[in-house]
């Protein structure tokens, strides 16, 4: 069966943990700092939890919001430049939000492109 987002009340496409560092604000650079995320996908949109689905609800109901980027006009490309890590891709957002997502486990990287290029693809541009 479907989870559903009870906030969103959308499909949950895909949840899992990552490491993530966003690097830029609206085009603004920011200092690079990794940390682990537990990131949903649904809806057009990913949610980035600083705990697991059990705590990120706990979280909804005491109004927590969780940070979030618009995939609409979204761009995801692999990136060896912006890390010295391996299995790193940036997605970057209409608004000038920049985020590097990166996992050691191959599959578990290229299950996430993969998933987050399709939900792109689907989405109008802008
Ligand atoms: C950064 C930190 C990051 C590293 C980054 C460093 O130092 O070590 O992990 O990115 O490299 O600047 P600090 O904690 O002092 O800010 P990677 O792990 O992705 O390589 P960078 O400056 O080359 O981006």
Redesign the pocket.
Known sequence: TDIISPKEQTVVEKEGYLLK?K?ADGGKKL????STSWIVLAGGKIEFYKESKQPALANLKAGYKPEWVDLCGANIEWTTE????KN?FQITTISGNEF?L?SDIDFIILDWFHAIKNAIDRLPKE
Do not use: G, T
């Open positions: 560092a690097i200092r690079k700092n990794w912006k890390s010295s890590r790193v590097l990166q």
